[in-house]
């Protein structure tokens, strides 16, 4: 079975075991603030209940304690490789928890606009990334994760053993440590029933930023651009398909959303034809469309990745990005209002062929805000905030 998938670049991180506790008091510090900046909610509306499985292993996995003293997992929570596990994954969440504070403020200072309009966020070249367009965009209705990983299934806890439990640390390291997944070829590594696509790494995640899990489905998006759950013939979408399907949402929220992430190549050749996805794309609206791209490895700077660059600047009003998503060259000044964000000079060595002088211009004339967080490939980190002007809209 031929997966792409996540490997730990950063390995060996020993944290001492105060460390550790104070990084547990900084996760109710940030949980709180979470929960300040959505949890709107409307007192006639439904209460939420999350799935008591889906939610329980997720956090099993995720190395956080089960409640139900008569569950299986909570069985499994008492010995010592998952206590090691738990104090591990302690560990490494704690490298978000430095910089989520940080990303909150940023959201509510400078998004603020995007995030009272907007209800869907549209992530190409995301994969697994459920927690930056989250925090950066917590009150979104639906969220659209896009990459070349497979999808996967949730996750069914058998006979976990210290093995299993390095497999889901290595999966959340990355995004944790660095704020972007490295896909590489894990065919060896990953060739096994724990952990198939991302769905368990997107329930971790989701398990460890306090959201709850009311399902988890299987979906296909048809030649008209709609979601649905069953095939042609009407029998249900199978758990193969490449288009996977949360619904979810904050504790203390009665805010359902919706999180969607889709299995495909995004390249000119893969969107060719009658291709669903773009069927789908046509039909957002764009008055409440917004696009967040990210440690994007420059693909649309490519003449072969024209489709989906061309399909966002027409099909969204507001897009987020760092200077690996579309080429600066390609916003027109007079279409768009645009904040430069952080430090620019050049990209990193693996992609110098990128280099981008007229957005290093931009960055010496257009006084650009600082960001005192860490986002993408660049030590000197960047973003670009490109807003619609409203006569450009229709």
Known sequence: MNIKYVMLLVAGMVLTFSSCEQKKKNANIVVTELSKADSVQDANAPKLKGNKELNETARFVAGMPIEDKKSKLYTLTQTPEWKKHSKNMDQIWGSFLQSAPKVMAYSQNELGAVNDQCKTLFYPFGGPDYLFPNTFFPNMDTYFLIGLERAGNAIKVKHPSAATYRLYQNAVSDILNLSFFRTVDMKTELSNDTIDGVVP??????????????????????????????????????????????????????????????????????????????????????????????????????????????????????????????????????????????????????????????????????????????????????????????????
């Open 201 to 394: 790494i997107i329930t971790m995640l989701m398990a460890r930023s306090e959201r709850e899990i009311v399902s988890i489905e299987h979906k296909r998006i048809n030649n008209e651009g709609e979601i649905v759950g069953t095939e042609e013939d009407g029998t249900p979408v199978n758990n193969q398909s490449k288009l996977v399907e949360f619904k979810f949402f904050k504790k203390g929220t009665s805010h359902l959303q919706t999180l969607y992430f889709l299995s495909t190549d995004l390249s000119n050749g893969g969107l060719s034809g009658k291709n669903p996805l773009m069927a789908y794309i046509d039909k957002l609206n764009k008055e409440t469309t917004a696009c967040f791209i990210k440690s994007a490895s420059y693909l649309m700077h490519m003449s072969y990745f024209s489709m989906i660059r061309n399909a966002i600047l027409e099909h969204v009003s507001a897009i987020m990005q760092d200077d690996s998503g579309i080429p600066w060259r390609y916003y027109d000044q007079s279409k768009w209002d645009i904040q430069l964000y952080g430090a620019f000079t050049e990209p990193i060595s693996m992609f110098a062929k990128y280099p981008q002088t007229d957005l290093r211009d931009a960055y010496q004339t257009m006084e650009p805000k600082p960001i005192n967080f860490r986002i993408g490939y660049a030590r000197q980190s960047n973003l670009q905030l490109s807003i619609l002007k409203k006569q450009n809209e229709d």
